[in-house]
């Protein structure tokens, strides 16, 4: 099983800036993803985090809000750009070895944006 | 497209049963299944695959109906540990990515 340290856990953040989430994985893995998740809600797929390439968005986000760097099979970071209170959220990382076994996630990064 | 869930809530009493749904509008490759307690990171239950056969462990199973694009959770004699919101998250047969449901919210009570 793949143990995933993602950090920070939660911040307050005034609108406008940027925080940058990271995601690191004990173990080398083919498949990472970034999720958003608001409370009580569902998981939204964000992107898929490709190594040595650029992120697959999903449709409803772009590389210019939420910038993703994979440079490594490892570790990878999720930006939340210029952000506003709608930007409040849990944002998880995840990771599969192949399409056929489980998906392991982050504890999620708790944003509150002000 | 998201997988439906059903139903939303349940409430149970430790020792009852319960069952959840998930169904696709897309024909699926494969379906999992994860508990999320609050504030906690979703966790791995199994996984079903295409042509696989019926899953469990200890009082949780799952089955798949390829034909129908549906899987049901099955859960018995519940115990105040199965709380939590169950997800499905479903793969069709060219997609890297899972798409999870909507989410039931499982409550079990002394």
């Known amino acids: 099983s793949a143990v995933i340290s993602q950090k920070p856990s939660r911040d307050i953040c005034q609108r406008g800036t940027s925080l940058t989430i990271q995601c690191q994985v004990d173990s080398q893995v083919t498949m990472m993803f970034w999720y958003r998740q608001q409370p009580g809600q569902s998981l939204t797929l964000i992107a898929t985090a490709n190594q040595g390439s650029e992120a697959t968005y999903e449709s409803g986000f772009v590389i210019d809000k939420f910038p993703i760097s994979r440079p490594n099979l490892t570790f990878s970071t999720l930006t939340v750009s210029n952000m506003s209170p709608e930007d409040s959220s849990i944002y998880l990382c995840s990771v599969e070895e192949t399409r056929n076994t489980e998906a392991f996630f982050g504890q999620g990064t708790r944003l509150t944006v002000v | 497209q998201q997988p439906v869930q059903s139903p939303q809530a349940v409430i149970l009493r430790e020792g009852e049963d319960a069952v959840i749904n998930c169904s696709s509008s897309?024909?699926?490759?494969?379906v999992h299944w994860y508990r999320q307690k609050h504030g906690e990171a979703p966790v791995f239950l199994m996984i079903l695959l295409k042509g696989g056969e019926q899953k469990g462990h200890d009082k949780i199973s799952a089955s798949f109906n390829e034909k129908k694009q549906q899987s049901s959770l099955y859960l018995t004699a519940s115990q105040l540990s199965y709380s939590g919101t169950y997800f499905c998250g479903t793969r069709t047969g060219s997609a890297r990515q899972l798409t999870f449901g909507s989410g039931t919210q499982l409550t079990v009570l002394p």
């Open positions: 897309k024909a699926l490759y494969s």
